[in-house]
């Protein structure tokens, strides 16, 4: 008995001398790639899901408090073109005057107590950082407010974006409805106070790409969409749901794109 097994145990290390290791043999693996560097890069993956599932359709979340911007469902898309529906139309003006400072001098908190997250001793730009990423890192020191790193599911590119502050042109806060855009629309008119709620109104503002915000400009929906098609209703509705909120009408070949969006 003792004999058999002392050849069980003979036959097992043969096995195992012929086969290969289980940590050296995945399926899919590629030849060089380390553990750990396969290991980092699935939990990027897992990360990147995460981000995206904790974001928020903006018929669900009509006052941007939500981090960023999801897909709306194609069953949705009439309530969307309903809420595009509701947005005045005009033509823009030639105007040229206008200047960012009038919009208040950069990312403020001491705007109006209705705007979600006002005067909670933060600036602007750090509060949509802490709602649209992940992963945070935050300065020592700071009262839990300036973001010095994260990770950002990007709704317009579908990109994952590692943010550092030392590279903080990486990640942009775009205005959805831009500044100028809205100027030349009429904000000309309006008074101090309620341009400074406009900048700083988190349903008007989203963390994104540096570069892809950069390529938007002051432009409107006819003639910018985000690069991620998925996301186009999506962006569109928000768009309205500014406009609506501001009373801040669209060109009509503004209107017309942002319908086509959700049809």
Request: hydrophobic residues 40%.
């Amino acid at each position: 008995m003792m004999a058999g097994v002392g050849e069980s145990r003979a036959r097992q290390r043969d096995l195992d001398h012929r086969a290969p290791a289980w940590h050296s043999f995945r399926p899919g693996a590629t030849a060089g790639v380390k553990p750990r560097a396969c290991r980092s890069a699935a939990l990027a993956v897992v990360l990147a899901v995460v981000l995206a599932a904790c974001q928020s359709p903006p018929l669900a979340n009509p006052t941007g408090t939500k981090a960023g911007i999801a897909a709306t469902a194609s069953a949705d898309y009439g309530k969307g073109r309903v809420t595009i529906s509701k947005v005045r139309v005009t033509t823009m003006s030639t105007r040229t005057d206008y200047e960012r400072k009038k919009f208040g001098s950069g990312w403020m908190d001491g705007v109006s107590p209705s705007i979600p997250f006002a005067r909670n001793g933060c600036d602007t730009r750090n509060d949509m950082l802490r709602r649209d990423l992940g992963a945070l890192v935050v300065k020592a020191g700071t009262r839990d407010c300036v973001i010095i790193g994260g990770t950002l599911a990007d709704p317009y590119t579908a990109k994952t974006i590692n943010f550092v502050k030392a590279d903080a042109n990486k990640v942009q806060i775009d205005h959805v409805v831009p500044l100028s855009y809205a100027w030349k629309m009429g904000a000309a008119n309006w008074t101090d106070a309620k341009r400074k709620d406009f900048a700083n109104d988190p349903i008007n503002l989203l963390a994104t790409d540096g570069p892809t915000n950069g390529s938007k400009g002051d432009k409107g929906p006819g003639k910018w969409l985000p690069p991620n098609v998925k996301i186009r209703c999506s962006y569109s509705i928000r768009f309205a749901q500014v406009a609506k909120k501001y009373d801040v009408p669209v060109t009509s070949a503004d209107k017309i794109k942002m319908n086509a969006q959700c049809s």
